[in-house]
Antibody, heavy 121, light 113 residues
Framework: QVQLQESGPGVVKPSQTLSLTCTVS??????????WSWFRQPAGKGLEWIGR???????NYNPSLRSRVTISIDSSKDQFSLRLTSVTATDTALYFC?????????????WGQGTLVTVSS | QSVLTQPPSVSGAPGQRVTISCSGN?????????VHWYQQVPGTAPKLLIY???NRPAGVPDRFSGSKSGTSASLAITGLQAEDEADYYC?????????????FGSGTQVTVL
């Protein structure tokens, strides 16, 4: 059974870089069958897509975050990562990683439990 | 601010039918992009409820159904149950100069009276 687990610092200082990792257990991020996404949700607010990465390393980003976001993949560790630079309080949110099926109409169907990141000095 | 518009809340008694609307425009739903629906208990991960406008993933009860027309979509829950109390989000895609992006609705809280 494939599972996704987010990890990373729970607190990041303003202007610094937020770095999170999603570890995939029971599966391989190197499979061409899937792509891997990041989402976030501020407390009491809606979901926001951050971006996604394919096994090839190809990425798509939310235009509103593109200048600050990098998503990378490490097949040797079955992990993919999120870097968000120059964070502010508005980046405080519950961050989720998720898996999608390439070429399918079905969107991301497997999600991690989420990890809370607070931007605070 | 969410791209897709949903009512903030809907409510119904057990056994009743409720619907949630999701309104977009010509650059997202109206372009023909699929609409998906997620169910989320606050503080937990979203669960895919409907994909491709009107398809249910395995394991989702047939009490949940989706539809799409023009620039809008709807989620219907028939035979409302206490366990259906959650937040519901629609999701589609939008064409931008930078490429395709995901867009979400503002979310609808369903309350079972």
């Amino acid at each position: 059974q494939v599972q996704l687990q987010e990890s990373g610092p729970g607190v990041v200082k303003p202007s610094q870089t937020l770095s999170l990792t999603c570890t995939v257990s029971g599966g391989s991020v190197g499979s061409d069958t899937y792509y891997w996404s990041w989402f976030r949700q501020p407390a009491g607010k809606g979901l926001e897509w951050i971006g996604r990465i394919f096994a090839s390393g190809s990425t798509n980003y939310n235009p509103s975050l593109r200048s600050r976001v990098t998503i990378s993949i490490d097949s040797s560790k079955d992990q993919f990562s999120l870097r968000l630079t120059s964070v502010t309080a508005t980046d405080t949110a519950l961050y989720f990683c998720a898996r999608g099926l390439v070429g399918a109409r079905q969107p991301e169907d497997l999600w991690g439990q989420g990890t809370l990141v607070t931007v605070s000095s | 601010q969410s791209v897709l518009t949903q009512p903030p809340s809907v409510s119904g008694a057990p056994g009743q039918r409720v619907t949630i609307s999701c309104s977009g425009n010509g650059s997202n739903i109206g372009t023909g992009y699929d609409v998906h629906w997620y169910q989320q208990v606050p503080g937990t991960a979203p669960k895919l409820l409907i994909y491709g406008n009107d398809n249910r993933p395995a394991g989702v009860p047939d009490r949940f159904s989706g539809s799409k027309s023009g620039t809008s979509a709807s989620l219907a829950i028939t035979g409302l149950q206490a366990e259906d109390e959650a937040d519901y989000y629609c999701q589609s895609y939008d064409s931008t100069p930078s490429g395709l992006t995901y867009v979400f609705g503002s979310g609808t809280q369903v309350t079972v009276l």
